[in-house]
């Protein structure tokens, strides 16, 4: 950013209309003593720009900005920026209750070639280009687009605070790292990664909460409700079956009866007895169980395999590295290449540019010859137009003299009288002249015109020169950091093995997985056979009950079939006494209670085949008892097998939010680990220090014509003295003139970091050194005098000061007086 032409009305201390014009003014001075309104020039480029003022605390202070009793401040600054022209205004009124507020604020993006004296005419906001802000609230935006710098940054790079250059020089490490900080914005990354610890543990509360919630649902599983939705159809057959038997049963019932009105007794204990069979596949529950058992335990070695398989897969990408860092590495050598290949490109350019600047330049002297050589004949017919005057004159006299009279001027006999000429002398000296100021006047429009072109092109030279340096410095820091990285096939190799062991870890994954499934699986079926030989224990135990008034022997509790063919065998000898009694009876009650007994047996066996206990019933309900069991056993299936899908549903719900939050929870940890202020930060702030201390070792070698470079070690500065056989010696040893160079070049090359990580580019084309020079000694004085010569001469920028030291102000060749009476303050160009 470099400003053109300043205009203020009602602003603080100057009241009046006040214009000051930048125009060419590359090296200038604002001076004048204490209090006159130095400081507060550059209070108006400030406030115009971003509608506040250092020193006024904020955009709080707006109230500083109007003169008192005045009731409007109006300020405007046209300006370049990156080879384009600008102009800002901003309005502040005083309302009738006392409050101060911006009533306009606007920036426009002027036309090439527009002349800023036609802004002394008053013309609209309208007419000065496009309109890139129109009210207030678009002004922050618009202005950082255009200047490149936020408000801290422009004031921290344009605009230098007084007295603090070398407090960043001589401060403590702790004390410059909290500066850097400060400026560069860095609080910033301790905010995303208190942010992002607070996410981490959010997260985690909420995982706790859905593990216990997945925990109370483990039993829901897909298995589970495949295994409801089978035993619900399983019972529906078994309601359908049973009503289908009891027709059957009803009927070998009735014949049942009959038969016991011929029996005594003994048929009652005959037919119970022999009712007393071996249920069916006995053998085969029994040997399912010890398969499922073996099943189950093979599962179990064969998922903590898998387990050991993946940890081992997971240890190997740990060791891989971080592929973060690869990827990095690999960005630096990407970056090396493409400055390498911009080289010759901006070298091209800046020979274009040279070869322009010089023919520009050699017209412009041609024209300047041009120029002077009619100035010359200007002078000349000036000259022949006195003596016109002369001439006629003396015509005017000798009119009324005769030969022999007195000369009215020399008071000597005049012998001859000449002629009197037929024209004015002084007429045709008049149109000499004419025709001799019109072509001076020609020459020096042509003289002025190719100037200005030459000197728009030495500008445009020296912005590509600097564009060129640039990017060769930028080539040499990638250089630098790439130096000790691997080569880019050796990261690429590194990162595409990361990658082979990513997919390996997802298969050992994917096979624990898998394990687990069939571990679960096993276990269902232990359950399974578990139930079924339960299932058979408790037919046995109503078996035995059924009997109990017999006195049954004792039951092997340790082993089914045993104890199923105990009883059998028991039953039977009991049946063979009582049958040898009454062969006749029992026969007859035999053959009607077998009959009976076997179409009970047949729907009691559809209970147990389903795996459900066969209910008690009497003898006179057995058939509403059955069937009503039936009906409720498939009721009870459908709402288990409801429930379990429910919550099968739930719990897929459950585990969905348990990734999403195990993902939320290792992005927050893995942000706030790489965000610690040991870690992260640190890098910055080394980096910062880095580029900092390169920038400002070039600018100082330049300042001080080779003598001095800068360094710093473990945060402490230093300066190399090439004068004295390369002697590091502290900064605290330099002289006050070698510290202000020293911290000058600090200040410019910390203002030209700042800009490299502002979000937009930023134009650095003027820097104003607002410092306090009183304090200095002669000598100091001098050398800072040099200094800023130097700065100035390097032509990549303007350069600026604010002083009241006469001998220092005595050295600059455009110095702005600013001077102050009763009502206003005033400033006046004094110089080139």
């Not at 017919?381 to 001027?409: F, K, M």
């Not at 069937?627 to 288990?640: D, K, N, Q, S």
Request: charged share 25%.
């Amino acid at each position: 950013m470099r400003p053109i032409r300043l205009d203020m009305s009602g602003f603080t201390v100057f009241r009046d209309q006040t214009t000051v014009d930048f125009t060419d003014a590359d090296y200038f001075a604002l001076v004048g003593p204490t209090g006159s309104g130095k400081s507060t020039v550059l209070d108006a480029i400030c406030f115009v720009l971003y509608g506040q003022v250092p020193r006024w605390g904020g955009a709080r202070g707006i109230g500083n900005a109007l003169a008192p009793s005045a009731a409007e401040a109006r300020v405007r600054l046209v300006f370049e920026s990156a080879g384009d022209r600008y102009v800002a205004t901003r309005v502040v009124r005083r309302d009738g209750r006392g409050n101060v507020k911006t009533s306009g604020a606007g920036l426009q993006l002027m036309p090439p070639g527009f002349d800023v004296t036609k802004l002394d005419t008053g013309m609209d906001l309208e007419d000065l280009g496009e309109v890139l802000a129109g009210v207030p609230a678009e002004m922050d935006e618009a202005v950082l687009h255009a200047v490149g710098l936020p408000y801290e940054q422009f004031t921290s790079c344009v605009v230098l605070p007084q007295g603090q250059f070398a407090d960043f020089l001589h401060a403590k490490p702790a004390t410059r790292q909290q500066i850097l900080i400060n400026l560069l914005g860095l609080q910033m990354y301790e905010k995303v990664q208190v942010k992002a610890a607070e996410r981490g543990k959010t997260a985690e509360a909420k995982l706790s909460m859905v593990d216990q919630s997945l925990a109370a649902l483990e039993d829901a599983t897909e298995e589970a409700v495949e295994e409801a939705a089978a035993r619900l159809a399983r019972m529906r057959e078994l309601t359908t079956e049973v009503e289908a038997a009891m027709p059957g049963l009803r009927a070998a019932r009735a014949a049942e009866e009959t038969a016991r009105g011929t029996r005594d007794t003994l048929d009652a204990e005959l037919g119970l007895l022999s009712s007393v069979r071996t249920p069916k596949g006995l053998e085969e529950a029994t040997g399912a169980i010890l398969a499922a058992r073996e099943a189950a335990g093979k599962a179990a070695v064969a998922v903590h395999e898998a387990e050991e398989a993946e940890e081992k897969v997971r240890g190997e990408l740990t060791a891989a590295g971080d592929p973060g860092s690869l990827r990095l590495a690999l960005d630096r050598h990407t970056e090396l290449e493409r400055l390498v290949e911009q080289e010759a490109w901006f070298a091209g350019k800046v020979s274009v540019a040279e070869v322009e600047s010089q023919d520009a330049r050699a017209a412009a002297d041609l024209a300047e010859s041009e120029h002077i050589g009619a100035q010359q004949l200007l002078e000349q017919a000036r000259q022949d137009y006195r003596d016109a005057q002369q001439l006629d004159r003396a015509t005017a006299l000798r009119g009324h003299l005769t030969a022999g009279d007195n000369c009215p001027v020399c008071e000597q006999p005049v012998a001859v009288v000449p002629e009197v000429p037929r024209e004015s002398a002084v007429r045709l000296a008049e149109a000499a002249g004419a025709a001799a100021r019109e072509a001076a006047e020609q020459a020096t429009a042509r003289w002025q015109q190719r100037d200005a072109v030459a000197r728009n092109l030495e500008s445009d030279l020296e912005r590509k020169r600097g564009q060129y340096e640039h990017h060769l410095t930028r080539l040499a820091e990638v250089r630098k950091a790439v130096q000790g990285l691997p080569g880019v096939e050796a990261i690429k190799q590194r990162l595409a093995e990361f990658g082979r062991l990513q997919g390996k870890l997802e298969d050992a994954t994917s096979t624990v997985r898998a394990a687990r499934d069939t571990l679960r699986s096993a276990q269902t079926a232990v359950q399974a056979a578990e139930e079924q030989q339960r299932s058979a224990w408790r037919k046995f135990d109503v078996v035995r009950d059924g009997l109990a008034r017999f006195v049954p022997p004792p039951a092997d509790r340790d082993d089914l079939a045993a104890a199923w063919q105990s009883l059998v065998g028991w039953a039977r000898a009991e049946h063979a006494a009582r049958l040898a009694r009454r062969d006749e009876a029992e026969a007859a009650v035999t053959a009607a209670h077998d009959t009976t007994v076997r179409a009970h047996a047949a729907i009691v066996a559809l209970f147990t085949e389903a795996g459900v206990q066969p209910p008690s019933a009497r003898a006179d309900d057995a058939e509403a008892t059955l069937i009503r069991a039936a009906a409720v056993t498939a009721e009870r299936a459908e709402a288990a097998w409801q429930r379990l899908a429910e919550r099968l549903e739930q719990a897929r719900e459950q585990q969905e939010q348990r990734m999403a939050l195990q993902l939320e929870s290792r992005v927050a940890k893995s942000l706030a680990g790489h965000l610690r202020a040991n870690n992260f930060e640190r890098w910055l702030l080394e980096e910062a220090l880095d580029m900092l201390v390169d920038g400002a070792s070039r600018i100082l070698r330049e300042l001080t014509g080779g003598q001095y470079e800068l360094m710093h070690d473990k945060g402490e500065f230093y300066v190399v003295d090439h004068h004295d056989a390369g002697l590091r010696r502290a900064v605290r040893t330099l002289s006050g003139g070698e510290t202000f160079q020293a911290s000058l070049a600090l200040a410019l090359a910390l203002s030209e970091q700042l800009a490299g990580m502002s979000t937009t580019a930023a134009s650095l084309e003027s820097i104003v050194l607002d410092e306090g020079f009183g304090s200095l000694d002669a000598a100091t004085l001098d050398v800072v005098a040099a200094t800023l010569e130097n700065l100035a001469a390097r032509g990549d920028r303007m350069v600026g000061l604010v002083t009241h030291v006469q001998g220092l102000a005595e050295r600059v060749p455009v110095r702005f007086e600013v001077h102050k009476d009763a009502r206003t303050a005033y400033v006046e160009r004094v110089g080139l």
